[in-house]
Structures are given as C-alpha cells and as structure tokens.
C-alpha cells in the first residue's frame, strides 16, 4: 500500500476513535453534570473526585491504566483501550460544560414543566436538556476537536493511527520532519471536517428554534 492510503486508513482509525469515544464521553458526561447538580451531596462529591481525577492526571497516564489495568481482566484491544481512556477523559471536560449549560437554564421553565403536571425528571428530559444541549454545542464542538487531536496519543500502545504511521514513515525514512508535516495536514483536514459538520448542527438548530 502506497503512503497515501497508508494515511487514509490511518484517518479512519482516527476518526474511529475519536467518533467512538466521544459518544461514550456523552453519556459520561451527563451522567456526571446530573449527578453534580443533584441536590444529594453524596452525589454531588463523586462527581466532583470524578472530575478533579481527570483534571489532576495526565491524558497518556489515563490511557495506560485503562490498557495496562483492563487487560490485567480480560483481553481487550487497544483501540478499546484507548477508546475508553479517551471517554472517561472527555467526560470529565463535557460534564462540566453539561453542567454549566443547564443551570444556565432559568428557573422559571422548571417552574413551568411542573405547573403542566411534569416530574422533575420529565421536566428535566422535555424542557431542561434539549435547551442546555443548544448552548452546549459550541463548547461540545470545541472538547470534540480536543478530543479527536488527542486521540493521537494512541500511537503508544501500537494503534495505527495518522501520528503513529507517520512516526513509523519517520523512522523507515530517517525524515521524521516531512512525515510528521504530512500527519499535520491530515489533522488538519480531519479538524475542519468536525467544524464543519458541528456548524451545520448549530445552523440545523437555530433554524428549529
């Protein structure tokens, strides 16, 4: 296979990843920004550990324990690995803009969900959730773009993707410049592409307000 579709296939593990990742850190995330806001504080305690753990250790350390730790269990790839390591990462992140987006919401659409007869978590569901996540993409879209340059991290525990198959080319070569150049346009266009596709939905979204 020739270096560009060594590099195509290496963009697809890439956007695999990160794809991957970020759905899972979706649902991490929520389920920590509900958890924070929580009126029990026990709650709201593990969640805030949850957070400062993430904050407070670095990404690449994150990845290695997930590897290192889950396959001490059961085997499991390192695309799942990393995959994983990434969302319980960007979770972290997309909690807090969760968080901050729906208390951002005023008081008096909870008032108004349960005037109508709603629960708090029917109200939470129907009127909170699909207002905050409009303010939340923006900042969403940006944790998507980290998400997805981060997944670059990969390449150390042998995944094959766009930084890993250029520092491979780098080394075969003894031109690890060129190489990484060429892994800095394929980042590039991947980036531009998420921009693009996160700008359509934020459009999509006003037009449905």
């Not at 759905?23 to 929580?38: R, V």
């Not at 269990?73 to 799942?80: A, C, D, E, P, V």
């Not at 968080?99 to 008081?107: M, N, V």
């Amino acid at each position: 296979m020739n270096s560009k579709g060594i590099f195509l296939e290496a963009s697809k593990m890439t956007l695999a990843l990160t794809a991957v990742s970020i759905f899972i850190a979706i649902f991490i995330g929520l389920f920590f920004a509900l958890l924070k806001i929580s009126d029990v504080k026990v709650l709201g305690w593990i969640a805030n550990v949850y957070i400062y753990i993430v904050r407070g250790t670095p990404l690449i350390v994150q990845i290695f324990v997930f590897y290192y730790g889950l396959t001490s269990i059961w085997m499991i790839s390192g695309f799942w690995s990393v995959a994983l390591g990434l969302a319980f990462h960007n979770g972290a992140y997309i909690a807090e803009i969760f968080r901050g987006s729906i208390q951002s919401i005023g008081k008096g659409q909870t008032e108004a969900g349960r005037s109508l007869g709603m629960s708090s978590s029917l109200t939470m569901r129907r009127i909170i959730l699909p207002q905050a996540f409009r303010r939340a993409l923006p900042p969403l879209g940006n944790q998507f773009i980290i998400g997805l340059k981060d997944s670059s991290l990969a390449a150390f525990i042998g995944v094959s993707e766009i930084f890993a198959v250029a520092t491979t080319r780098g080394a075969n070569t003894f031109d690890y410049m060129t190489w990484l150049l060429v892994s800095a346009v394929y980042y590039l266009i991947l980036v531009f592409l998420l921009t693009m596709v996160v700008s359509l939905i934020e459009k999509k979204m006003s037009i449905s307000d």
